[in-house]
Each structure stands twice: as structure tokens, then as C-alpha cells.
């Protein structure tokens, strides 16, 4: 897909247009026992609160389920997410954010989970990306499975964690695995990407999405759920549909 551009304008692919793909019901399946196997403890690491949740909250609950630790490392607060609401600063953001998070992690019964906030500023990832390499290798070990961002997701700070979270594994030799959230937006629905060569589809019992969906109406900043916001959400319903879906998609 190196000459589709990863552009996040507009409305993007409704998840009709997903329920249509011939590519994405044809990819093959994969088990979380199977993601999980011999794993010590199950890292996600998160550009912004609500990635995770996003894009691994049934592998967590499976995770979590097989008595396997769950260590979430939140990269940014997502402080920077509405720019122009002056009801909606980043300080107050980042509190929300993180409040949301806690909130949504309980609704997962994932209330042990450790959450390790780093706190670098949202949209700047990048620049820091050699300082967040060396963060997220000091909190790995070699019986590590990693969760991160696909390194082509289309958002720079999804894409400089993943490049991250991939050098800092292989730094300490843990398992890595990627997941997409933004590349639902742009992706070709007809074609499959060829860097989707090793990607699965991890399915979901129904309890699990239930418990995936009440998370993710948590994150009441992103979904438009407070007061004091006069702008569109960042993830309005048919941004949210997208992972409402009975599994959840790894690749590598």
C-alpha cells in the first residue's frame, strides 16, 4: 500500500464498507491462546487512552482470563485532541483522559492491570521517538508478548509507537504484535494491503464485546459525551462502529 496515501479526513470507511470486504473475512484466524502462548505478561502500549482499548481490549480480557499480567503503557495523555475548545484545555484533558482510562479498564475487569502513564506530549511523539525506545525497553523482558500500533497506521504518534515499541522488543527479544485502529479510516476496503501479509483476525465471544463496548463508551471526551464541546468528536459513532466487530485484528 506504499502508494495509497494514509490520510484521516473526512468520514472514511463506514463499517458497511468493512462488512463488505471480501479481504478482511478472508483473513485467517488466529486464536488470543495462541497470540498469548508461554507469555509471561501481555504489554499494550498505547499511543493515547482509548487505542488500547480499541484495538486489544478481547485480547486483554483473554489475557486476563488465562491469569497472564496486563501492563499497559499509555504513551501520551491525548491532551492535545481538541486544540480550539476552550471548555476542554490540555490539562484538563489529560486528567479526564486518564480518569477515563481507569474507567474504562474496570469496565473490562481489567482492575489489577498496571498502567504505566509516560506522559510524552500528544502530537509530538516523534521527536521523542528515541527517548520513548529506551522507555519501553526498560519496562520489557524476553517472555513479553507486546501489543503496539501498526507502524503504518496513518497518525504519526500510532507510527512512531509502533516503530518504537518494534525496536525496544527487539531490543529485549520479546514477541511483538501490531494492531491497527486509524488504517480502518483509509484503508482500501477491495484490496488488501500487501504489508497485511502475516495479519489475523482474533475472534470475540460476545460477553467480550459487550464488555469492549461499555469501555469504550468510557472515553466519554473522545465520543462526545461531555458538555462544553462545540466541535465534532474524535471518535463519533461511525469511528466507534469500526470496533464493535467479533474480533479484533493483529498483524506480524
Given at each position: 500500500?506504499?502508494?495509497?496515501?494514509?490520510?484521516?479526513?473526512g468520514q472514511g470507511n463506514l463499517q458497511a464498507d468493512w462488512e463488505a470486504s471480501r479481504w478482511l473475512q478472508a483473513l485467517p484466524e488466529s486464536t488470543a491462546s495462541a497470540v498469548l502462548h508461554d507469555a509471561r505478561r501481555l504489554v499494550v502500549i498505547s499511543p493515547h487512552p482509548d487505542d488500547e482499548v480499541l484495538g486489544c481490549a478481547g485480547i486483554m480480557q483473554s489475557a486476563a482470563a488465562a491469569g497472564i499480567a496486563i501492563h499497559v503503557i499509555s504513551v501520551t495523555d491525548g491532551e492535545a485532541c481538541y486544540p480550539d475548545q476552550p471548555l476542554w484545555p490540555p490539562l484538563r484533558l489529560r486528567d479526564a483522559r486518564r480518569w477515563e482510562l481507569a474507567s474504562a479498564m474496570r469496565e473490562l475487569g481489567l482492575d489489577g492491570a498496571r498502567v504505566t502513564p509516560l506522559g510524552l506530549p500528544d502530537g509530538g511523539v516523534t521527536a521523542r521517538e528515541d527517548e520513548l525506545t529506551q522507555a519501553v525497553a526498560s519496562q520489557l523482558v524476553s517472555d513479553d508478548v507486546v501489543l503496539a500500533p501498526w507502524v503504518l497506521d496513518g497518525h504519526p504518534d500510532h507510527e512512531a509507537v509502533g516503530r518504537a515499541a518494534?525496536?525496544?522488543?527487539?531490543?529485549?527479544?520479546?514477541?511483538?504484535?501490531?494492531?491497527p485502529v486509524w488504517a480502518w479510516h483509509w484503508l482500501d476496503t477491495h484490496a488488501a494491503s500487501s504489508h497485511w501479509t502475516t495479519a489475523t483476525r482474533i475472534p470475540m465471544s460476545t460477553a467480550a464485546m459487550k464488555r469492549k463496548a461499555t469501555a469504550i463508551r468510557a472515553f466519554a471526551t473522545q465520543i462526545g459525551d461531555v458538555e462544553g464541546l462545540n466541535c465534532e468528536p474524535i471518535l463519533p459513532h461511525h469511528v466507534t462502529a469500526r470496533f464493535h466487530r467479533p474480533f479484533e485484528v493483529l498483524i506480524g
Amino acid at each position: 500500500m506504499g502508494a495509497v496515501a494514509r490520510r484521516i479526513a473526512g468520514q472514511g470507511n463506514l463499517q458497511a464498507d468493512w462488512e463488505a470486504s471480501r479481504w478482511l473475512q478472508a483473513l485467517p484466524e488466529s486464536t488470543a491462546s495462541a497470540v498469548l502462548h508461554d507469555a509471561r505478561r501481555l504489554v499494550v502500549i498505547s499511543p493515547h487512552p482509548d487505542d488500547e482499548v480499541l484495538g486489544c481490549a478481547g485480547i486483554m480480557q483473554s489475557a486476563a482470563a488465562a491469569g497472564i499480567a496486563i501492563h499497559v503503557i499509555s504513551v501520551t495523555d491525548g491532551e492535545a485532541c481538541y486544540p480550539d475548545q476552550p471548555l476542554w484545555p490540555p490539562l484538563r484533558l489529560r486528567d479526564a483522559r486518564r480518569w477515563e482510562l481507569a474507567s474504562a479498564m474496570r469496565e473490562l475487569g481489567l482492575d489489577g492491570a498496571r498502567v504505566t502513564p509516560l506522559g510524552l506530549p500528544d502530537g509530538g511523539v516523534t521527536a521523542r521517538e528515541d527517548e520513548l525506545t529506551q522507555a519501553v525497553a526498560s519496562q520489557l523482558v524476553s517472555d513479553d508478548v507486546v501489543l503496539a500500533p501498526w507502524v503504518l497506521d496513518g497518525h504519526p504518534d500510532h507510527e512512531a509507537v509502533g516503530r518504537a515499541a518494534l525496536a525496544a522488543a527487539a531490543d529485549k527479544r520479546a514477541r511483538v504484535r501490531q494492531y491497527p485502529v486509524w488504517a480502518w479510516h483509509w484503508l482500501d476496503t477491495h484490496a488488501a494491503s500487501s504489508h497485511w501479509t502475516t495479519a489475523t483476525r482474533i475472534p470475540m465471544s460476545t460477553a467480550a464485546m459487550k464488555r469492549k463496548a461499555t469501555a469504550i463508551r468510557a472515553f466519554a471526551t473522545q465520543i462526545g459525551d461531555v458538555e462544553g464541546l462545540n466541535c465534532e468528536p474524535i471518535l463519533p459513532h461511525h469511528v466507534t462502529a469500526r470496533f464493535h466487530r467479533p474480533f479484533e485484528v493483529l498483524i506480524g
